[in-house]
């Protein structure tokens, strides 16, 4: 067939596009081919676009809010998973996804009910409404993007009987974890709490927090043990009564956050979304996706990849390799070599369909069981969420109890948490190893974040999230000026 001229000109032209590197000759259609770095190792592509200032490792909470973090200040993130959802460890799982994590080839009960219903935390941790995590969200605006509601209430053990956390002088005088002369020496202890100030504090109640442990402050107000544990545990948050010997202010501060987030609903300082904690990783990928960050998930790392000096110049997932000037995740994603044991953490997540007895009827509810209770190191913690929340049926609550394992029976050591519980439906067992970072970080440029504790609350982990900022900005992450209480959508 013979070819005329006006073909073999469109042919050339063809030929023109695809050395070009695109598909067709619309410029509109077509795909840029994909960019050529000096830096690329033999054989491997760019993964995604190739180069940037930060590559995030994992979507659980603190590395989610981080990409958020540093979004704002313009940071250009890769941020990829190894699964195909966000959250990671702490992620929210539906009703098949959590039998196929714990029991792997076996159906979920039909009495449950579906999917649907369902979005169960691995690790619930409750939100205080005056806290640093608010403070974030406001800072980010990822607060929008979520609904939140108050929790029940909080409650600790005393002599095997359940109480509620008094926090403000008028549920001092009604509580029954006190005799009458120690709710007047505790009402007189958080009028102090409420109207100290760290930049005046030797001025409160005529003591000088600045120069006493927190044990001389319980003494000055003569609060008995019992006291004490209630508010150190309930209150302050404290793990273990180490606090008791080391300087007062901290402990002050925490109670009073307690206390000032009390007042903004009445019932608990504690709020919790609705959906579960899995709307807050997605917030923050929204929050970093409109910033110009790249999120993968499926998205296996290979290895992360160093100089010759050790430190991290970007990550490899197969064929494919990105650039960083640093390198950000969670333990699961670094060699031992970086990490440093620091124990073992026990969680059972229990299907009941009954609330918590002497709760009030809760639908939600913390509960911690203070380490001198049980004659134990470190406190239980149990926090149960309901359908209120939008996490499981109607009729059916979700309890999880957590602890620090002491012994080499890790599931016995949650039987004082078992015990105040109804009858359990069904319950899921983990025993999962904790780690903290002990790599030079100014070296290797490897910024990792320790593994979620034991506890119910999300203090401990944003306060990793504020010093692994401090470590990769150079700057503190100073979020003073935001005050929660003047936030309506909150």
Known sequence: METTQEEVNQKLEEMKVQDAGVESK?????????????????????????????????????????????????????????????GGESASLNLTHLYQKFRPGQSPNPSLGTDRDYNVDLIPKFIMANGNLVRILIHTGVNHYLEFLPVDGSYVLKNDKLHKVPATPEEALKSNLMGMFEKRRFRKFLIYISDFK?????????????????????????????????????????????????????????????????ERYGRSPYIYPIWGLGGLPEGFSRLAAINEGTFMLNCPVSEVLFDESGAAWGVRAGNEVAKAGMVIGDPSYFSSDKLRPTGRV????????????????????????????TGRQTDIYVCMISQVHQICKEGYYIAIASTKVETQNPIEELNPAFSLLPPIIERFDSVVETSEPCNDWNKDKCFISTTYDETSHFETAVDDVYAMFERITGQPLDLNSIDPATVSDM
């Open 346 to 373: 026990v969680r059972s997540i229990c299907f009941l369909d009954k609330p918590i007895p002497s709760t009030n009827n809760s639908t939600s509810v913390q509960l911690i069981i203070p380490a001198r209770q």
């Open 26 to 86: 619309d410029d509109d259609d077509a795909e840029p081919a994909p960019p050529v770095f000096d830096w690329m190792p033999e054989g491997m592509g760019p993964l995604a676009d190739g180069l940037y200032d930060v590559i995030i490792m994992g979507t659980g909470m603190k590395e989610c809010m981080l990409a958020g973090l540093l979004c704002k200040l313009g940071r250009k993130v890769l941020h990829v998973d190894r699964n195909g959802y966000y």
């Open 198 to 262: 760290e930049e005046n504090a030797r001025t409160g109640d005529g003591i000088d927090a600045t120069q006493l442990t927190m044990r001389q402050v319980f003494e000055h107000f003569g609060l008995d043990d019992n006291t004490q544990s209630f508010i150190g545990h309930a209150m302050a948050l404290e793990r273990d009564d180490n606090y008791l010997n080391e300087p007062a202010i901290p402990t002050i501060k925490a109670v009073q956050l307690y206390c000032f987030s009390l």
